[in-house]
């Protein structure tokens, strides 16, 4: 690799599409038993965490996202105590569910030990010391297949994957949302990462097709990743009933639970990312118009 390559990190995003963030050092590589990982300092978006040549998380816009893939869900729980974690090898996603004092046990369930290990020496700014919480337990394990031995056990399910493409393709089809079904409580719901609807809308359409034909209720929302493919980042949230509250109650959980301060989520966001634009609702509409009589879902 030459001197003026070396400088940046470069992810294809789309063929034509391309993300070049400038590298200061870079910190760590391995091929592990699953990936590629990279860990850089960049020169303007702190620590870089990358898997297979994808950016997973900068410092800079880290909490964008693992506020957003959290909050939401457990903010529509009443008391949510027990929440599995799948992936999320960086810990920012169960550092952000171990902000609600109701959570009692978390189980972190992780296919790639090298990147925990990794994470932990190399991004304490993300994982705030989650591996030392005496609520959290490590799980060695594909997700997929450790779920299934659980029945009606969980308040929240949170799948902290890589984009619904290769190796986490399982995490985002039927059989695995079936499994969430049984594993989950009565009132408990699922939450996931969907991708991108402006570069990936199939992969977006895939999972809100495959949720609808497993949950009794499915809300899709956004929010903005600046260093994700367009920005625009979609999630999901499925259960058997999914709760409406409104601006006051959602403001009266997050002062009752202490989420202050938060760099991106906030009751008004929670609200306003349910809002999708026409085109994002299109597509939503294209699955329902292929699959009409299959299932509803609230959107």
Request: hydrophobic letters at 40%.
């Amino acid at each position: 690799m030459r001197d003026n390559e070396a400088e940046f990190f470069t992810e294809e995003q789309t063929k034509g599409v391309h993300l070049k963030i400038r590298v200061r050092q870079w910190l760590f590589r391995q091929k592990t038993a699953y990936q590629e990982l990279v860990i850089a300092e960049t020169t303007e978006l702190g620590r870089l965490l990358a898997l297979d040549g994808k950016v997973m998380l900068t410092e800079a816009d880290e909490a964008f996202y693992h506020e957003m893939l959290v909050h939401p869900v457990l903010m529509n729980l009443d008391k949510p105590e027990k929440v599995v974690v799948i992936g999320g090898g960086d810990g920012g996603t169960v550092r952000e569910v171990l902000r609600h004092p109701s959570v009692e046990t978390v189980y972190w369930v992780e296919i790639d030990e090298a990147v925990l290990r990794a994470c932990r020496q190399w991004l304490p700014s993300v994982h705030a010391g989650v591996f030392n919480d005496p609520r959290v337990k490590i799980v060695i394990a594909p997700g997929e297949q450790w779920l299934t031995q659980w029945t009606a056990s969980f308040d929240a399910i949170i799948v902290d994957s890589t984009d619904p493409i290769g190796p986490a393709l399982p995490l985002f089809e039927i059989p695995f949302f079936l499994t969430c079904r049984q594993a989950l409580a009565p009132q408990g719901l699922l939450a996931l990462q969907c991708g991108t609807p402006f570069y990936f809308r199939e992969e977006v359409r895939m999972v809100w097709r495959n949720l609808r034909q497993v949950f009794e209720s499915v809300r899709l929302y956004l929010g903005f990743v600046p260093t994700y493919p367009s920005g625009l980042w979609a999630y999901a949230i499925a259960g058997q009933q999914l709760p409406q509250w409104d601006l006051t109650e959602l403001q009266r959980r997050q002062r009752e639970r202490g989420l202050f301060p938060c760099r991106y989520y906030s009751p008004e966001i929670h609200l306003a990312s349910s809002v999708l634009p026409p085109f994002v609702q299109e597509l939503l509409e294209e699955v329902g118009a292929r699959d009409k009589g299959e299932g509803d879902g609230d959107g």
